[in-house]
């Protein structure tokens, strides 16, 4: 899985959106980027807390690299 875990507060001026923030800039489904994290597609993101419940952030600068075709999928 392209994840790893960071810690709580993510370091620099980087920010970081939750899954239904980043649903609404992609303009998909929240459930869409799930499975698009299990099948290991999709813009890059970071988990906060392991586990299958375990909550995931997206960096937004990331995210707008993706939607524009400027970064690979699931590169993290």
């Known amino acids: 899985m392209p994840s790893s875990l960071m810690p709580p507060v993510p370091d620099g001026d980087e920010t970081w959106l ?5 649903s609404d800039i992609a303009r998909v489904a929240e459930k869409t980027l799930a499975n698009w994290r299990s099948l290991g597609i999709g813009p ?29 999928e699931g590169a993290a």
């Open 18 to 22: 939750t899954a239904r923030e980043t």
């Open 44 to 72: 890059p993101f970071r988990k906060l807390s392991p586990g299958r419940a375990g909550r995931v952030r997206y960096s937004r600068s990331q995210v707008i690299a993706w939607l524009n075709g400027e970064q690979t």
